[in-house]
């Protein structure tokens, strides 16, 4: 692969990768504490669905899972953006329906993203009030 299939956290360091929009911003939670490698910081919605959360690349890459770690996640959507600049997306998985998880959900998508800039996660529904995810790591 073009990148660690470890973290984003990696990623990070090595390929300037950033939450760059999320239509959620709690100053205690900001998007970008999914990208900080660490289960126990998160992101977390406010207000009504859907909320998006876009993850750029610092440079394309080839994208077939995306695993993600949060709590309450009911329904999401997954499309991809080959430009710099985020403009027209591509969805790459269609709303899915998750399973209702007691405590911490770990949910693995499969997809196919090939030379990827952005990476926008689309929340439909949350099981509670407010949704919220700890990572997201996009794997080669």
Known sequence: ??????????????RGATASIATSWDGSHPPENVLDGSE???WVTTGMFPQELVITLGANADVSRVAINGAGLRR??????TSEQPG?????????????VDGRQSEV?????S????????????????????SVRLEP
């Open 1 to 14: 692969g073009m990148f660690p299939a470890s973290a984003v956290r990696i990623e990070m360091a090595d």
């Open 88 to 100: 027209a997306y591509d969805t790459v998985l269609h709303e899915t329906d998750l399973e209702r």
């Open 115 to 134: 030379s990827v800039r952005h990476v926008k996660l689309t929340i439909h529904a949350g099981w509670e009030h407010f949704v919220s995810i700890s």
């Open 40 to 42: 126990s910081t998160f």
């Open 109 to 113: 998508f499969k997809v196919k993203m």
């Open 76 to 81: 999401i959507s997954i499309a991809s953006c």
